[in-house]
C-alpha cells in the first residue's frame, strides 16, 4: 500500500511537541539533545517524535560524528500548505460573509 505523503504530514504536525521541533528547526540544524532543552522529557521520547517528523519526511537526520543532526524539509510543508491553499477561496468568502453581517448588524 503506498503511503499518503499528506495523511503522515497532517498526522505528524498533529502533535503540539512535533510541531514545536519544527519550528526550532526553521532556526537551522539541531541534534537530539538540543531539541530535547526545552522539553519536560527524555532525549529517547523527543526521538520517538523525530522519527515521526521523518517519516512524513518533514525532517531529514545525518551522522555527523556520534551525532544525528535533524533539519526541516519544506517540500512536505509546502505541500501541505498547497493542499490547505485550495480552500483559500472557501474561507475568505465565509469571512466576506461574516464581515458583511458585522457591518449590517453594527
Known amino acids: 500500500m503506498p503511503i499518503d505523503h499528506l495523511s503522515a504530514t497532517f498526522a505528524a504536525l498533529a502533535d503540539p511537541t512535533r510541531r514545536a521541533?519544527?519550528?526550532?528547526?526553521?532556526?537551522?540544524?539541531?541534534?537530539?539533545?538540543?531539541?530535547?532543552?526545552?522539553?519536560?522529557?527524555?532525549?529517547?521520547?523527543?526521538?520517538?517524535?523525530?522519527?515521526?517528523?521523518?517519516?512524513?519526511?518533514?525532517?531529514?537526520?545525518?551522522?555527523?560524528?556520534?551525532?544525528?543532526?535533524?533539519?526541516?524539509?519544506?517540500?512536505?510543508l509546502k505541500d501541505a500548505a498547497e493542499w490547505l491553499d485550495t480552500y483559500r477561496a472557501f474561507w475568505d468568502a465565509g469571512f466576506d460573509r461574516m464581515e458583511q453581517r458585522l457591518r449590517d448588524d453594527g
Open 21 to 76: 521541533i519544527l519550528g526550532r528547526l526553521a532556526n537551522g540544524e539541531a541534534t537530539v539533545k538540543e531539541l530535547a532543552a526545552p522539553f519536560p522529557m527524555s532525549a529517547q521520547a523527543v526521538g520517538k517524535h523525530l522519527r515521526v517528523l521523518e517519516r512524513a519526511g518533514l525532517i531529514e537526520r545525518r551522522r555527523a560524528a556520534q551525532l544525528r543532526p535533524s533539519r526541516l524539509r519544506a517540500v512536505a
